[in-house]
Nanobody
Framework: QVQLVESGGGLVQAGGSLRLSCAASGGTFSSYAAGWFRHAPGKEREFVAAINRSGGRTYYADSVKGRFTISRDNAKNTLYLQMNSLNAEDTAVYYC????????????????WGQGTQVTVSS
């Protein structure tokens, strides 16, 4: 029903920044909580950041607090993740997700997922 498409990934040097975008279509984006998750090779998918429907509440994994900022523009049906001070541990495929969730930090609670965008941080 809802389609999500990530963009903005790429190769960046350690200490650099990237801004990821997630374009939503096919539904009322403003009615959904949304979040970012990442999946690195050999590791389980992990929560990165989440934001409520209005954008007034945000949640972050401890590993990215102070470095990443999640935001949304409901008028543009777009979710963002500003990533600063990147390090090698941030290398992963990043996925955006949306849905009516019980837990904003649990990937299993989200219904809609994007295809992912690769972020690679060189040392």
């Amino acid at each position: 029903q809802v389609q999500l498409v990530e963009s903005g990934g790429g190769l960046v040097q350690a200490g650099g920044s990237l801004r990821l975008s997630c374009a939503a279509s096919g539904g009322t984006f403003s009615s959904y909580a949304a979040g970012w998750f990442r999946h690195a090779p050999g590791k389980e998918r992990e929560f990165v950041a989440a934001i409520n429907r209005s954008g007034g509440r945000t949640y972050y994994a401890d590993s990215v607090k102070g470095r990443f900022t999640i935001s949304r523009d409901n008028a543009k049906n777009t979710l963002y993740l500003q990533m600063n001070s990147l390090n090698a541990e941030d290398t992963a495929v990043y996925y955006c997700a949306a849905g009516w969730v019980l837990s904003m930090t649990s990937g299993r609670d989200y219904t809609y997922w994007g295809q992912g965008t690769q972020v690679t941080v060189s040392s």
